[in-house]
């Protein structure tokens, strides 16, 4: 070790040591789920059946059906024709370029991770808004899940799930989470405090002043929330078509390894289009119904 | 004297992170400054005592930042106490569960706020309603009381609207409907018209007056405004620092101020807009009837060195006898002085001195006014030298 200073070369632990440290975590990790592996993915069944159900709903029905219902759904959000339009469009094109099935597989995942997101991410959000406690130890755990590249997260779901739909959807929701969690708890907070307090004086009890004056003057926020969730997921499918999701991401993985620009283009494109309508519809109908709140912050 | 409806004792607020740690720098007299620099905390309150009878209008006055807001939440307890109780109806709100504070609030008082604090994704009619909702009540009947009181404060048709649509007095107004619409024995105002302009001010002013006539509540009302304070209090109270300064009625506050702050809030009231002939009317007069005898009116005229003395026909004033034309009645031998007293002008006691001053300075010679209450029943005279005594 002559003429190497401590101050050159990082004082590191022994290669013995590192290799002990991985070795015994991953051997307890893999352990752990050989052992419990199985019940886990039970709790799941239900999820999982719904998920197959649901893609099955979107594959086996007639498509000028699927397309009626989609619009129909974009148009009574927005209240708007142009929108509408635009969704026919995309998906006559996107049928056309023969990306139907995928898309209804990618549609359908991203359905259930968003409804699984709001369900879970909006009470958590509740809880922080209501507690400096919670919302003290959550928000790291926040920056954690935002900050990890999603590969690293991917190894143990896979190692715990094994490759399909489940660990999938686990991996999108877990990163697509955040910003329903957060800005739930942010639009809480800031509901005027003098609106509270005209509920509480005349008596409100707590669950009526959430139900009633918190969620509903945070929903602005809550659906700004839901809509980055949503966009995140899209963008999380691409990743998580390494893992067995099946859908739009796994020609654009394909196309990766054998460098297919064209096919990867057009699903890209598919991808982008869901999220541009999925994007609009969401805004326009948070800000349908909101429409009457605007300009109450003055005086 | 009948127990006070809302009584507070020994009332201390101090905001921060252990606030008890901080109340015996209180009653050791510590300021709110010397405070805040060596602890931190925000003294919010300070040893407040405070009786407040039913059916009277009670105002509660001081700068900003003297901790009235403060104040007024503590009686429906959306601010809990450092230390000190709340009597409502004799019963201490702090012991309350939290099951009979929430019953507390839907039926003993009701709020009207600074900034209104109306739900802006409710209706005008649904805000109205909303302490009745909440209480459970059907939507028709909840509709039905809401129409209303939306009615009694002049919003009929703006039902559908949504708060936002509507200008600031006109919300002020939907939650003085709000706060009606409960039924609620006490009314909290924190501020309720301080921000409106001075036009609509005044109207909403003379609607409260007008509505606690037919409804006699108990209002305790928060201002910043010594105009406002006394065209509304029956008592005022003075709040300074988190301090009681001064309580007593408008003329208390107005003539006898407690201190230099107190002094410099009055100081450019015109006390003829606030003062009204029931506060310079002099009480203490020798009334005669018609039937008395010259020579006795002459007698008790001169026994208290008067000019001239009231004549009474009944419990109306019939006019006043001066001391010449007793004289005069003497010496033409009339048995009585009724044909000798001579008419003045009368106002009623709610009179503005104002609208009182032009009449007394045009009259001729010192003639003074007579005063009669409510019911024409004379209550007293209000001469020149009586009026320049308050008004200089
Ligand atoms: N939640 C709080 N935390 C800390 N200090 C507070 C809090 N609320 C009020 N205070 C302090 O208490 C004092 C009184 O405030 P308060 O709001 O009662 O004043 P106010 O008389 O209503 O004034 P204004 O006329 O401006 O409304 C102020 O010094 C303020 O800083
Ligand atoms: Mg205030």
Redesign the interface.
């Known amino acids: 070790m002559a003429g190497e200073s401590w101050l050159t070369e990082f004082p590191k632990m022994s290669r013995e040591g590192l290799l002990a440290i991985r070795k015994s975590l991953d051997a307890t990790y893999r352990d752990f789920s050989r052992e419990y592996g199985e019940s886990i993915e039970t709790i799941f069944d239900p999820l999982l059946t719904f998920l197959i159900w649901f893609e099955k709903l979107l594959l086996n029905t007639p498509w000028p059906l699927i397309i009626i219902a989609i619009t129909a759904l974009a148009y009574f959000a927005s209240r708007s024709w142009k929108l509408s339009l635009g969704v026919i469009v995309s998906f006559l094109l996107i049928g056309y370029f023969g990306m139907w099935e995928d898309t209804m597989r990618t549609l359908s995942i991203i359905t259930v991770c968003t409804m699984l997101s709001i369900a879970l991410g909006i009470p958590v959000g509740i809880m922080m808004a209501r507690s400096d406690r919670v919302q003290s130890t959550v928000t790291p755990m926040l920056d954690i899940m935002q900050t990890m590249p999603a590969f690293v997260y991917l190894i143990p779901v896979v190692m715990l799930l094994g490759i399909g739909r489940i660990p999938g959807v686990i991996a999108v929701v877990i990163y697509a989470i955040p910003p329903v969690i957060r800005l739930t708890n942010l639009g809480i907070r800031l509901v005027d405090r003098e609106v509270l307090e005209a509920a509480t004086s005349y008596g409100a009890s707590p669950t009526q002043r959430l139900m009633g004056v918190q969620l509903p003057l945070a929903m602005p926020t809550i659906m700004a929330g839901i809509n980055q969730t949503i966009m995140m997921s899209l963008a999380m499918v691409v990743i998580a078509s390494m893992i067995g999701v099946k859908g739009l991401g796994q020609p654009v993985l394909k196309s990766i390894t054998n460098q297919y620009f064209t096919l990867g283009l057009f699903n890209g494109l598919a991808i982008v289009a869901l999220a541009i309508i999925f994007d609009r519809v969401s805004q326009a109908y948070a800000k349908r119904t909101q429409k009457h709140m605007e300009g109450t912050d003055h005086g | 004297m009948a127990e006070p409806l809302v009584r507070i004792k020994n009332l201390f607020k101090v905001f921060g992170d252990n606030p008890e740690s901080v109340i015996p720098m209180v009653e050791a007299g510590q300021s709110k400054d010397e405070i805040l620099a060596a602890t931190g905390h925000t003294l919010g309150l300070q040893n407040i005592n405070l009786d407040i009878n039913k059916g009277e209008i009670f105002v509660i006055m001081g700068l900003s930042g003297s901790g009235k807001s403060t104040l007024i939440?503590h009686f429906?307890r959306?601010i809990d106490p450092t230390q000190g109780h709340i009597f409502v109806d004799g019963v201490d709100v702090m012991k309350f569960s939290a099951r009979e504070l929430?019953?507390?609030?839907?039926?003993k008082?009701?709020?009207v706020?600074?900034?209104?604090?109306?739900?802006?994704?409710h209706s005008v009619l649904e805000n109205v309603g909303?302490?009745l909702s909440?209480?459970g009540l059907s939507k028709d009947k909840v509709k039905e009381k809401a129409m209303h009181w939306l009615d009694a404060v002049g919003l009929g048709g703006y039902e559908d609207q949504?708060?936002?649509?509507l200008s600031?007095g006109q919300q002020q107004r939907v939650g003085l409907a709000?706060a009606l619409c409960?039924d609620a024995e006490i009314l909290?105002m924190d501020e309720a018209f301080s921000?409106l302009d001075p036009l609509i001010r005044r109207e909403m002013q003379d609607q409260l007056i007008s509505l606690q006539h037919k409804l006699h509540k108990t209002i305790i009302f928060i201002t910043h405004d010594l105009d406002e304070a006394l065209r509304l209090g029956d008592k005022i109270a003075i709040l300074r620092d988190g301090k009681l300064i001064q309580v007593g009625n408008p003329e208390d506050i107005l003539l006898h101020p407690a201190d230099d702050y107190v002094e410099a809030f009055v100081h450019d009231v015109n006390r003829t807009k606030v003062l009204t002939a029931a506060h310079v009317v002099n009480k203490t007069l020798l009334t005669l009837t018609g039937r008395t005898s010259p020579q006795q009116a002459l007698e008790k005229i001169r026994e208290r060195h008067a000019d001239y003395a009231c004549v009474l026909d009944g419990k109306s004033l019939k006019g006043i006898i001066t001391l010449g034309e007793a004289e005069r009645a003497l010496s033409e031998g009339a048995g009585y002085i009724a044909d000798y007293v001579s008419n003045v002008n009368c106002v009623p006691d709610s009179a503005e001195l104002e609208a009182l001053l032009p009449r007394l300075l045009v009259g001729k010679d010192d003639q003074p006014i007579g005063v009669t209450n409510e019911e024409g029943e004379f209550t007293g005279m209000v001469s020149r030298r009586r009026m320049a005594e308050f008004v200089s």
Do not use: E, K
């Not at chain 2, 929430?102 to 039926?107: A, E, K, M, S, V």
């Not at chain 2, 706020?113 to 994704?121: D, I």
């Open positions: 939440r429906n959306l929430q019953d507390f609030r839907r039926h008082m009701s709020m706020f600074q900034r209104f604090g109306l739900l802006p994704h909303y302490g909440i209480q949504y708060p936002s649509q600031g709000r409960t909290l921000a």
